[in-house]
Structures are given as C-alpha cells and as structure tokens.
C-alpha cells in the first residue's frame, strides 16, 4: 500500500537558528493513527505544522526535505496551499472557537471554499457533529455563542469543524489537553471511529494516551525519531534504550 | 511614613493629577457654554452672515465644515486602512516596513500648518486645484492619516492571532481570513480611529487656512472646486479681524465647534464601548 504521507529527509531550522527537526523520515499509511509523541521541545507540533504548511507563517525559517502528500511534494511551489490545508484538517491544542455561532463554525470552512447551498452545509455541519460525538449535544443550539461551549464541547466541536471539510488527513496537536477525563475519553473514542475514514496523525497527551489509541507510533527526541514502530513494538517491546526509558516513564 | 500613609499620599497625588488634568478641560466647556448658549438658536445655525458679519448667523461656515470633513473621510479612510492593513497583515518585519511605519509616526507630529502650506504648493498650485474643497479635503485628509492608519494598526495587531491560524488552517485564503476574521474584530478600533482623525480635521485651522477657506462667502459651494467657509477660520476670522464683532456671536461660534468636535468623540466613545460589550472573547 502506497503511504498517505511519506515524510523524507525533512529537516527545519527556525529563524532564531534552533534546528527544531533532523533528518525526518517516516511514511504514513491511510486510514491510519500515526502517533507523534516524545518530550517537549521534540518537534512533534512542528512536524504537524509543517504537513498542512502553517509553518509558511513563520518567517525567515529553514527547511531542507520532502513531504509527499499523495505522492506529491506539499513544498512544491505549484502547490495549492489553500487546497492543501482543506485536504489535511488540523485541531489545535487549546481549543480555538472562532467568534460567531457553533454553526457558523462549522460553516466557516465550507463557506470559504466558495459553497452557498444551505442545505449542503446543514448536512454536512450535521454529520461532522456527529462524528465528533456533539450532536446531540448541541443539535437544539446551534444558533449559540460557540464560546459558551464547555472546554470539552468546544475541542470537541473545532474537531468538527476540520471534519466538515471532508479531508482525507486530520492533524490533532494534543486534542484533550485541559480536558478532564470524560471528555478525553469521548474523544478518543470518536478517534476510533474517525481513522475508519480519515488517515490521523496525533500528539497525544500523555505516554499512556498515545499507547491506547496508537496504531502506529513514531518517538521523537529533540528533534529527531528515535523509533517508528507499532502500537505492539513501542509501548511494550521498544528496541531503542530510550524509548524503552521514556515509555516506562525513567525520564520525560 | 507608614506603608498605609504612603499608600495613602500616593492615591491623593494621582488622583490630584487627575482632577488638575481634567479642570481646565471642564472650565473651557463650561465657560463656552455659559458665554454662546443664549446665541445658538435655529436661525443662528441656519442663516449667513450678514452686516459686516456683525449679525446673522453661521451656516455657511457650519455646511463648509460638515463637506470638508466628508471629504476628509473619502479622502482618508480608504487610503488608510489599506495601509494599516499592508503594515499590520502583509508587510514583513523589514528595513522598508521600519521606514515606513517611523514616517508615519512622525507625520503625527508635523504641526498643521506645514500640512496647510503642503497642501497650497502640491493641491492648489502644482495640482492646479485652486483654492477648493477638493484641495482642502485632501490636505486634511493627509493630516489625517498618521493618526487613523496608527489607530486602525493597532486595532488590526490586537485580533488575537489564534483566528488568523485557525481560519487559514480552515483553508481559508489570506484575504478571506482578513476580510472575515481580521476586520469584522478590528473595526471598532478603526472606526474610533477614523472618527478621532476626522474630529481633529473639523476642528483645525491652518490645513484649509491657504487651501480651501473663504473669507466671506454667503453663497454656498456648488461643486468641489468652490471655495466654502468653514467653522474654524470663520470664528479665527471674527475673533481677529472683524472690528467691533458681538462677543456672543464668537462664543456662539465656538460653542457650534466645540460640539462638533466633542460629538466625534462621544460618537467613537459610544461604537467602541457598544461594539465591546458584544464581543465574545
């Protein structure tokens, strides 16, 4: 099977000169969940921000490297970023509402990707809320202020706002950061149903939370993959010293 | 002394401040209006001038203000926000952007009249405009720029930049998250900007002193390359060259002025505060 992503050689250097990823290899299968997990400062939201190329915003940066997004370089300067970043769908650490109702939300991406037919967008903010576990939460409010949403519902529904996009990867950096445990694991739950569909590459919020939901696992360390295996090599028989050290919690 | 004496001594000393700043503020109101009330009455802010200007009332001067600060808008505003614009959301953090934004900052600085003597050499005399309301209304309009494209910067740069990724990792485009994130947040600070310029534009002298300001002209402006009065020179003029002039009639005038100006503010005071309360985050 050809990989969803194959990330190659990719190196990034920010402007203040810390080198930030090295020599990055890894390929990513569809309907996967590819975990990215490792201390701090590893580069693990780096990585995901250079997939979906929200590291353009950042200037006077240094990347040397491929990422083959369907067999296509995302670098390549023909690349429709627009196009790019409707394709690969990203849920941020903090949830991040835009000002306006929970369904505006959900209708924003649609709206900017030039759709008008109401009905097309109902439908669609009804099923991406559904497969974000919200529904039947919010069904009777969508007309509400999304920030009177809990920290739950609101993570919950920014996911939904990347699904209503229908795109073919979605990147979550750490999607249950500050959220007690009901709503974590409403999340992951939904993660299972989700990778049915979507290939997802995620930052997990902890060591244990990365061995639940991972297929697929790659460990990072100040910058550089120590060990990609799977969900079996790295929580229980990691072949690296280190990995071995920070899965079993020796240092982290 | 004590902590709570200090403490104490330091709250009156601010608040002191307070009250020396805001005094001569409230006597000047207060004094305007106690001295030109009896005079504002329909007639006076409807009909010219007449004998000598010694009687009649101002609507000349009061019209020639309301089109020149229209004017001034038209002129200013688009120019402006698409600079605060450029400087806030496209222009990198650059040699060239530095220059720019320290021109503008000294523009703010440069007194009125040097605008005013600008305007006669470029929109009078090199443009050919003559002394009109078109030649007035931009070199007020210019005036007013530093301070409107500064406001409506800030106000951009203080849109919590958490919506720009968002929106741009929604696959928006960077105009749409602008046009749709930026903005719509933005405008209560430009808007306030817009109208604190345009307040500061109706009530100056020397920018239409040589550009646009009549003397004496009951007739009132025809097209944009007539001459009109305007309120500010009007009451210059009555204070100090007309002998014999009412007093009342001058502080009738400079009531007129002063509540066009201070309505600006409250105007700005009144959107910003009404456009904040409905904000979510």
């Not at chain 2, 000598?52 to 688009?78: D, N, R, S, V």
Request: glycine fraction near 8%.
């Amino acid at each position: 099977m050809t990989a969803k992503l194959s990330i190659q050689n990719l190196s990034f250097t920010y402007s203040d000169g810390a080198q930030a990823l090295q020599q990055i290899n890894m390929d990513i299968a569809p309907n996967e969940l590819f975990v990215l997990f490792g201390p701090s400062r590893a580069g693990k939201t780096t990585l995901l921000r250079l997939l979906n190329r929200l590291s353009d915003l950042l200037e006077g940066t240094q990347r040397t490297g491929e990422v083959l997004f369907n067999g296509r370089d995302v670098f390549a300067p023909n690349t429709d970023v627009i196009n790019l970043r409707r394709r690969i769908g990203m849920v941020f650490a903090v949830p991040t509402p835009l000002p306006g109702s929970i369904y505006d939300n959900l209708a924003y991406g649609l709206q900017m990707a030039g759709i008008r037919d109401r009905r097309v967008i109902s439908e669609r903010v009804e099923r991406s809320l559904r497969q974000a576990a919200l529904w039947d939460e919010v069904k009777d409010r969508l007309q509400d202020s999304a920030f009177a949403l809990s920290g739950g519902q609101k993570q919950r529904m920014c996911l939904a706002r990347s699904l209503a996009l229908e795109p073919e990867v979605i990147l979550l950096d750490n999607p249950t950061s500050g959220l007690d445990p009901i709503s974590t694991a409403m999340v992951e739950d939904s993660l299972f149903a989700l990778k049915q569909q979507y290939t997802i590459i995620m930052v997990p919020h902890s060591v244990q939370q990365a061995s639940r939901v991972a297929d697929k696992a790659a460990f990072l360390l100040n910058g550089e993959v120590v060990e990609i295996g799977s969900q079996q090599q790295i929580f229980i028989n990691p072949k690296d010293k280190r990995t071995e050290d920070y899965v079993t919690g020796r240092f982290g | 002394m004590t902590r709570q004496q200090t403490q104490k001594l330091a709250a009156w000393l601010i608040t002191g401040t307070a009250v020396v700043v805001i005094f001569p503020i409230v006597l000047v109101v207060v004094y305007v209006i106690i001295k030109g009330i009896s005079t504002v009455d329909w007639e006076f802010l409807t009909q010219p001038p007449s004998n000598g200007m010694t009687e009649g009332g101002i609507f000349p001067a009061l019209l020639g203000t309301l089109i020149l600060t229209f004017g001034t808008a038209i002129a200013a505003i688009p120019l402006a926000i698409g600079a605060a614009i450029y400087l806030a959301e496209y222009a990198g953090d650059n040699r060239v952007t530095r220059t720019i934004r320290l021109a503008i900052v000294n523009l703010a600085g440069i007194p009125s009249i040097v605008y005013g003597l600008f305007g006669l050499g470029m929109f009078v005399l090199f443009l050919n405009f003559g002394t009109s309301i078109l030649a007035g209304a931009l070199t007020l309009g210019l005036m007013t720029l530093p301070v409107v494209i500064s406001t409506a910067e800030e106000a951009i740069l203080a849109v919590p930049s958490e919506f720009r990724v968002v929106s741009l990792s929604l696959g928006a485009s960077r105009w749409q998250t602008i046009r749709h994130q930026v903005l719509p947040h933005a405008l209560p600070g430009i808007i306030t900007g817009v109208i604190l310029g345009l307040g500061r534009a109706a009530g100056e002298t020397a920018p239409i002193l040589f550009t646009v300001a009549a003397f004496y002209l009951p007739e009132l402006p025809k097209s944009i390359f007539d001459q009109t009065m305007a309120l500010p020179y009007h009451l210059y003029v009555i204070a100090t060259q007309v002998p014999g002039m009412p007093l009342e009639i001058q502080y009738g005038t400079a009531l007129v002025l002063l509540f066009i100006v201070l309505s600006f503010t409250l105007v700005a005071t009144v959107i910003r505060t009404v456009m904040r309360r409905r904000r979510e985050w």
